[in-house]
């Protein structure tokens, strides 16, 4: 069960960011992307280690070229 709370609080988090009015369209475009991303990792039965890691790396590549633009 912590899963599914830990995955229910980065949405939390990354809709939260989404509503900011202080974002500019490209970072709230890559926002939206990693919340379907982890939406996905959420819909997994039993995902694999892999396939965790790899979203968290495409999750934080995308907010890193957000934020740091």
Known sequence: ???NRDLK???AKLNAQCSNNNLK???KAQIEI???RVKRLGRKRN?????????VNEVAKRLLSAFLQ
Request: some cysteine; glycine content about 0%; aromatic content about 4%.
């Open 1 to 3: 069960m912590r899963r």
């Open 9 to 11: 609080e980065c949405l």
């Open 25 to 27: 369209p490209e970072q």
């Open 34 to 36: 990693a919340r379907d």
């Open 47 to 55: 995902p694999s280690q892999a396939e965790v890691f790899a979203c």
